[in-house]
């Protein structure tokens, strides 16, 4: 993406909020490592989130349950190494935010201090997690919402479901994301959540919501960066459009290299000193 001399200063929470009031979409994707966060950075997103969903793409768990702090502040400070400009957000992992407002704020201060994310993103919009969001915001912590299918609510929603798709569902969404304006988040993931019922919401706040699997209307989208280069060449959701099918091409390039290595033809003259 080609920016002006302007447009290449550091995102911040700000610019989020102005976006949404300018009608430009926001774009956001996920990175792990210091190479690819470069990478991401160079391409021009807006923000990148160091998501638990590393848990899944990279790590090989089943789920983003077995992710840890410890995991999620080593893959935020690499992502932080490789990016300069991107507004670069840490995903909370289960379990470092739901205990208590008390410890939720040490852990997100921990992500913030020791990873240098911009800001983090929590899962989740009932009256608790609320209180919580307060409690960050008003800690001088950014904070990103996240409704809808939330991945580490996976045993207790019982699989990666569309939520809202009842009126009734819709409307606890719907009060959940002005709940979380309302405790001061600077934006909302919503995932896997019917197209009109994102478009409502949207319509409804102030602040941006990022879609993934939630239809056009959002200000603005999230994927998962091995799922959009075709790395991850086994996973294929409805919502997921992939940009490139890099898996086979890794496969053919590590390939070729063992077969020249194995008839002798590398390293030739001009690859040796
Ligand atoms: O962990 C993650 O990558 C996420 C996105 C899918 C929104 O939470």
């Known amino acids: 993406m080609d920016k002006g001399k302007s447009e290449q200063r550091p995102v911040t929470v700000r610019d989020f909020a102005e ?16 190479l ?27 789920s983003t349950l077995p992710v840890t702090l410890d995991h999620m502040i080593y893959h935020a400070s690499a992502v932080r190494r490789g990016v300069k400009r991107a507004l670069i957000i840490i995903d909370m ?13 040490l852990n997100c201060g921990r992500a913030i ?10 899962e989740g919009g009932s009256p608790e997690m609320l209180d919580t969001v307060h409690a960050l915001v008003r800690t001088g912590i950014p904070v990103m919402g996240h409704i809808g299918f939330t991945p580490q609510s996976v045993n ?21 994301a002005n709940g979380l304006e309302q405790a001061g988040a600077f934006a909302i993931v919503l995932e896997l959540v019917p197209a009109a019922v994102s478009e409502r919401i949207t319509a409804a706040i102030g602040i941006p919501t990022i879609g993934i ?16 280069l075709g790395l991850n060449d086994t996973f ?19 390939g070729a290299w063992a077969r020249d290595v194995r008839n002798g033809t590398y ?7």
């Open 213 to 228: 699997g939630a239809g056009a209307n959002c200000d603005g989208q999230v994927l998962v960066l091995p799922d959009v």
């Open 267 to 273: 390293p030739d003259a001009e690859h040796s000193f």
């Open 156 to 176: 207790t929603i019982g699989g990666a479901r569309v939520q809202g798709r009842e009126a009734e569902g819709a409307e606890r969404l719907s009060t959940e």
């Open 236 to 254: 294929e959701p409805k919502f997921l459009k992939r940009y490139a099918e890099m898996a086979g091409e890794v496969r053919a390039a590590i």
């Open 113 to 122: 201090q020791e990873a240098g994310s911009g800001a983090v993103k929590v």
């Open 93 to 105: 992992p289960f379990l470092s935010y739901q205990a208590s407002i008390e410890s939720a704020v």
């Open 19 to 34: 976006r949404k009031r300018k009608g430009e979409k926001l774009v956001v994707m996920t990175a792990y490592d210091a």
């Open 36 to 62: 690819f966060g470069r990478l991401v950075d160079e391409s021009g997103v807006d923000a990148i989130l160091v998501g638990d969903s590393v848990g899944t793409a990279i790590m090989g768990y089943p």
